[in-house]
């Protein structure tokens, strides 16, 4: 799969957002992917994303400002799990995924279809479920462009994958 700079993305494209662009720009951490957001607002590219990214974002939102109040940088979710007072004292998390639900995107649900296409994609590719479910999601469209800074869309043939080059690759 080919990989692009993020602003590469040419004007009326449809493109696939994954979580981390969301998550680079509600937190200031790449200027280029409040860019892309911004082109997505002016509906220069349309932009595209699932409910379960969505889900995603606000997780990763919700571990990002517990560990911001002082919670332990590793293992947050297990903390957070024996600590709900701290869980039910947070709530910047969700004016992020309020901003998400918000903008000029276009959201897919994730069906009984879309879960049934991503367990091949699983077998053949080797990715996880969440990213097997975007894969599939981008199939069911007809998308070929995803914006992501995770490597593994790289190892699934059809796609272009545009990355933002202001910060460092994911790598988990």
Avoid at 34 to 48: A, F, K, M, P, Y
Avoid at 85 to 111: Q, R
Avoid at 158 to 170: A, E, I, L, M, Y
């Amino acid at each position: 799969m080919p990989v692009s700079d993020l602003h590469t993305i040419p004007n009326g494209a449809d493109v696939f957002i994954d979580s981390n662009i969301f998550i680079y720009a509600l937190n200031g951490g790449s200027a280029q992917c409040l860019t892309l957001l911004q082109r997505v607002s002016n509906e220069e590219v349309t932009g595209i994303t699932s409910y379960h990214v969505v889900g995603e974002v606000t997780h990763r939102l919700m571990m990002a400002e517990c560990v911001a109040a002082g919670g332990p940088p590793k293992g947050t979710q297990n903390y957070l799990k024996n600590h709900s007072e701290i869980v039910k004292g947070l709530s910047h998390y969700w004016e992020g995924a309020e901003k998400v639900l918000a903008m000029n995107l276009l959201f897919l649900p994730i069906d009984e279809g879309i879960i049934k296409m991503a367990q091949p994609i699983r077998q053949q590719v080797g990715l996880l479920n969440n990213d097997s479910l975007i894969v599939a999601c981008m199939k069911y469209l007809g998308l070929t462009f995803i914006a992501s800074n995770d490597e593994d869309f790289v190892s699934v043939g059809g796609f272009s994958v545009f990355k933002p080059t202001d910060v460092p690759p994911v790598i988990v």
